[in-house]
């Protein structure tokens, strides 16, 4: 009886961390002016973005309907791991290396995760 109670309390412990993270919640949406040249940065920071400590995913997608539009949706374990990356060299780089490729300022805005979780 005493290792289904271990079971229990580990349940327990593991759904109250789960219910203890906070996530950050970040977009950028792009226009390009030249959408291969942009996908290139994009994609070598996206690679790089998901080995940051404290990034739980981040996608690429582009958009169907409007040619040249790129999205990154990212997450993250909290707010100080977003803002750490956003001041990090790697997105300085990004920044700087999309020079010459955007019709105009990249969209960026940050979400509260009301409803997100991870599936694993």
């Known amino acids: 009886m005493r ?3 271990e079971m229990d309390d580990k349940m327990e ?3 109250a961390s789960n219910d203890d993270v906070e996530l950050a919640i970040v977009t950028m949406r792009f226009a390009a002016s030249d959408a291969a ?3 290139a940065v994009l994609s ?3 690679v ?12 690429l997608c582009a ?3 409007q040619p040249g539009r790129m999205l990154i949706v990212q997450k ?3 707010a100080a791991a977003q803002q750490a990356h956003f001041d990090s060299a790697l997105m300085v780089e990004m920044a700087e290396s999309c020079d010459g490729l955007l019709a105009a300022p990249p ?3 940050l979400w509260d995760a009301l409803s997100a979780h991870d599936l694993n």
């Open 3 to 5: 290792d289904g109670m």
């Open 13 to 15: 412990e593991s759904t």
């Open 37 to 39: 040249g942009l996908h």
């Open 44 to 46: 070598k920071y996206i």
């Open 48 to 59: 790089l973005t998901r080995m940051v400590e404290g990034c739980r995913n981040v996608d």
């Open 63 to 65: 958009s169907v309907t």
């Open 76 to 78: 993250w374990h909290d």
């Open 107 to 109: 969209d960026i805005d």
